[in-house]
Every structure is written in structure tokens, then in C-alpha cells.
């Protein structure tokens, strides 16, 4: 009787402690799991619908003789970045910008105080090449662009399927090509020894910025969606060009710097390759050895 009842506490007891063995391995094992953090570089293709303008403080203050009239442009190009972790990462995008500033004016307005102001190099323009230039008139600069903004990113946790995106840095602008349009007819330089991008900068720096969601549609491809703006930190127009053959400097003494400015809605589509590298591990003290209840026996 017992040896039955010694051998059935036994039993009891053995049980007991290996279930509390294999809890504490559970626990264990839970613990000491690595937490991966999404690292590793990106590349997109990158698409921008936006408004752009050349603010200068002259033209702003101009009146009826020249207003300005909104100009939306497309932007297309593409970007490679690497994050560093879930938050945080650096991006560089190379992007072909036409850009530059629609304006509308009466010519009646037009006066020998209009030398600092577009509207009198548009008379002038239109002058010189035949352009009828009464009443009414619309005009348009154009300038295609070259950006290449260098980008810090910040973002929600993008392990997430929807996420909030931001980034700032700063972008180098490099002047391909300048149209210069009068009512709907172009400008031409032709004959004269001069380009129209020559007046100008080659190179201009702006400060770009945007925030909006990020979209993870899979583990490797993702969708962004960013209000996009951008500000030219320095004049565009090249205050020193003197025209082949003049002898004076083509934009008049006194006349303000002009900005380029751009904003819009920017998407862009991604292809990550996500490096995978474990968080230091949690450490965690080592369970107990668990001690067999004493057996009680009958006298």
C-alpha cells in the first residue's frame, strides 16, 4: 500500500515538473527570438503632376500689365535609396523637369517704367520678330530641368501596410533647354549669336521637401504617394550676361532675383531588397530548477 502510493506521487511530481520545464523553454525560446529590421537598398521609378512658377518681385507688383497664369508640367524619373532601418534612410533621384511661369497681360499697360519687369522684354521680343503684340496678350517661359535632390527620409514604421512618409534635402538644378513663347508663337534666337538658355544659370541649388503614405503592396514592392515641393535658394536669372555684339548686360540694373518654385503631387513606385539583420537578443533569466514535491507515506 505503500510502495502505490509513494509510486503514484512520484508520477504526479514528475509530471508537474516537466510541464513547468517545457513553459519555461516556451519562454525562453520566445524571448531569445531575434526582432528583424527591414534594411537594405531601394530603386523606383518616380512620376510628378505640378504647378510651377518663377517668382520674382517685380513681376508679382506689375499689375494688369503682367499677370501671372498657373503652368502644370510633369516631372518623370527615377531614385535609389537605403534605409537604414524601419525609419530612417537616404535617397538620391535624377528627374527631367519641364517647368517655368505662364503669364497674361493688357499691352496698353505697357510704359517706359516696364524696363524691370518681363512685360517689357516681351514687347520687345515680339517687336523684333513680327509678333502681333495689341490688346491682349498671353506669354510663357519654359525651362527643362535636370534635378537631382539629395534626400534624408523619415517614415513610420514601414513594416506596416500603410505608413506615413516624409523626406527634405537639398537639389541641384541643371538648365537643359529655354523657350520663350509670345502669344502662341516662339521666340527665336536664330542669327542673333545668342541661346535663350544663356540667360540664365547653368546650375542653380533648391530645397526639396514633401510629405504623405507609404503603401507596402508586397514584401518587396511599394507605393508612395507625397505632396512635393521644391524652392530655388538663389537667383536663376544670370544677372552678368552681356549679349554677342552688346555692350551692356542683357537684364537691367536693379531688377529682383528670380525663384524657381515647383509643388505637386508626387508617386512613386519601389523595388526593395530587404537585408534582414537581427536586433540584439533579450536577455532573460534562466528558470529554475523546479524541486519534486515531498511524498507523504502513511505510517
Known sequence: MKLTTTKKAL?????????????????????????????????????????????????QAAGTELDYKNYTTMALGVSAGYSFNNHTGVEINILSSKQGQGYVGETSQINGNSGLILSGLFASFALAQGIPFTGNYTARITTNVIKVPILFRYTGNTTKKV???????????????????????????????????????????????????GFNLSKNINLSVHLRLDYGLGDMEDKSFIPSGASDKFWPAGRASTHNATGGGLISLNYKLIKKAPAAATKTTPAAKPVAAPVKTKK
Open 163 to 213: 505608413y506615413f512618409s516624409s523626406f527634405i534635402g537639398p537639389q541641384i538644378n541643371i538648365l537643359s533647354k529655354v523657350k520663350f513663347t509670345i502669344n502662341d508663337q516662339d521666340v527665336s534666337f536664330s542669327g542673333s549669336g545668342n541661346k535663350p538658355e544663356d540667360l540664365y544659370k547653368k546650375t542653380t541649388f533648391d530645397v526639396a521637401f514633401g510629405f504623405g503614405a
Open 11 to 59: 508520477v504526479k511530481s514528475t509530471r508537474a515538473s516537466v510541464t513547468r520545464q517545457a513553459v519555461a523553454i516556451c519562454a525562453l525560446t520566445m524571448a531569445c527570438t531575434p526582432v528583424f529590421a527591414q534594411k537594405g537598398f531601394d530603386f523606383g521609378l518616380k512620376g510628378n503632376i505640378q504647378t510651377t512658377s518663377l517668382i520674382n518681385s517685380n513681376d
